[in-house]
Each structure stands twice: as C-alpha cells, then as structure tokens.
C-alpha cells in the first residue's frame, strides 16, 4: 500500500468538505474555494474530520495515483485554510520589481521593462524593490507564476545576478584570469 495514500488528511474546523458520487471532491475554507475531480480507481470519503483515500485496484499506474491523489487533496485543505506562499528575491545593479495595478513591473538589465500579468487569485506583494512574495491557495498556480517569473532571469553563476528562489544557493564559479 502507498506510504503517502494510506495517510488520513485531517479537515481544520473552519473548513468544509463535500465529495460527490463521480468523484469531485470540493474544498471551502476561510480562504477560498477549490475543487478537483478524482481519478476513476480512486474514491475517498469523509469520516471523524478526517478525509481517507483508498483505491479500487492494484496495478502500478493506480497505486502511483493513489499517493498523487491524497497529496493534492491535502494540499487543498492547507490552501483554503492556511494558504501557500513562495518568496524570490532580485540581485544585481539596477535591478528591481514593482506591482502597478495587476501587472508586474520587472526591471532586469533589459531594454524594456517586463510586465507580468498577476493571474486571478494570486495576490503579489514587493518589498524593498527586490523581494517578491507570491500568495495564494492553490499550491500549483503559486509555484507556477514563482517559475514563470524566475524563468525571465535565471541566476547565473558569475556574478550571481538574477532572479532566485529566497532560499535557493547559487553556485558561483571563478571567471577566468589572465596568466
């Protein structure tokens, strides 16, 4: 049996928890709202508080659902009760971040500006012109738009410019020197 998929998720007080026949399980906490469908060899259902998810066959491609299944159905009850959030951080001269309205307003040694437009129900805040904090309750939306902005300047090993995760160690390497 699966390690993580036999794990009951406990449901917080404040938060509420409805699975459907077909499988929609929907999330509702002081947060937000969330919802997702199970896969068809994965049911689950709610008991004392806590939500467990159990499979209906054996074969590998199930049982590696099985775990991917609790894990997202916990990570939904975390987001819509406590939320997730990831921090980066901008290094180099000149280089700065600013929210104007819904957009992102990047400046990182470019000829223009990048604006970034902040998807619905991701809240960004900037403080210090060079640390961005991204809010939200879905975990995967959260770590998406961390990438897509990382994406636009990765860290780079020389003179460690870049945008990076706040807790990411950049590897720097020696340039070269005259003999």
């Not at 928890?17 to 399980?25: E, H, K, P, R």
């Not at 975390?78 to 921090?87: A, D």
């Not at 640390?131 to 975990?139: S, V």
Request: no cysteine; glycine share 10%.
């Amino acid at each position: 049996m699966s390690r993580i998929g036999k794990l009951a998720v406990e449901i917080p007080d404040k938060v509420k928890v409805n699975i459907g026949a077909d499988g929609a399980v929907s999330v509702e906490g002081p947060k937000g709202k969330l919802s997702w469908t199970l896969p068809r060899e994965i049911k689950a259902s709610v008991t004392d508080n806590r939500i467990s998810v159990v499979r209906e066959a054996e074969t590998r491609s199930v049982k590696a659902l099985h775990g991917l299944s609790r894990s997202l159905v916990h990570n939904m009850v975390q987001g819509v009760s406590e939320g997730f959030t990831k921090q980066l951080e901008v290094q180099g001269v000149g280089f700065k971040a600013a929210v104007q309205g819904s957009n992102l307003n990047l400046s990182l040694g470019f000829s223009h500006p990048i604006l970034f437009p902040i998807p619905q129900g991701i809240k960004i805040t900037v403080a210090e012109n060079t640390k961005i904090m991204i809010q939200g309750i879905d975990k995967k939306v959260v770590g998406q738009v961390a990438a897509d902005i990382r994406r636009y300047y990765p860290p780079e090993p020389y003179k460690g410019k870049g945008v990076r995760y706040s807790d990411e160690v950049v590897r720097r390497k020696e340039g070269k020197t005259v003999q």
